[in-house]
């Protein structure tokens, strides 16, 4: 049985963030981010731990066709997201959360 994904306030303000940037640039795009989004997330709850470790707790899943990444610390109880991350902007600027 996988963990539900549940998000930080402030990651899924970077989520809505980016999804706005993606659909301001070409119609369809930001849909297309929420799609590989989703795919990421499925990858991570039905295998928290094959990602990327980042630090001691957290994790990160890249996402295939976007310069982006899902930080996350698996708890007990859920995956929480930290930060819907820019891949090529402030590499650390999540660690405060995590």
């Given at each position: 049985?996988?963990?539900?994904?549940?998000?930080?306030?402030?990651a899924?303000?970077?989520?809505?963030?980016?999804?706005?940037?993606?659909?301001?640039?070409?119609?369809?795009?930001?849909?297309?981010?929420?799609?590989?989004?989703?795919?990421?997330?499925?990858?991570?709850?039905?295998f928290?731990?094959?990602?990327?470790?980042?630090s001691?707790?957290?994790?990160?899943?890249?996402?295939?066709?976007?310069?982006?990444?899902?930080?996350?610390?698996?708890?007990?109880?859920?995956?929480l997201?930290?930060?819907?991350?820019h891949?090529?902007?402030?590499?650390?600027?999540?660690?405060?959360?995590?």
């Amino acid at each position: 049985m996988s963990l539900p994904a549940i998000f930080l306030p402030v990651a899924e303000a970077e989520y809505r963030d980016a999804v706005d940037y993606y659909n301001g640039e070409v119609v369809g795009l930001g849909e297309d981010f929420c799609e590989e989004v989703i795919a990421a997330l499925r990858r991570i709850t039905d295998f928290p731990e094959a990602w990327q470790k980042l630090s001691v707790r957290t994790r990160r899943c890249r996402l295939n066709r976007f310069p982006y990444g899902l930080v996350y610390r698996i708890q007990t109880d859920c995956i929480l997201v930290l930060a819907v991350m820019h891949l090529r902007r402030e590499p650390n600027y999540w660690e405060p959360r995590g």
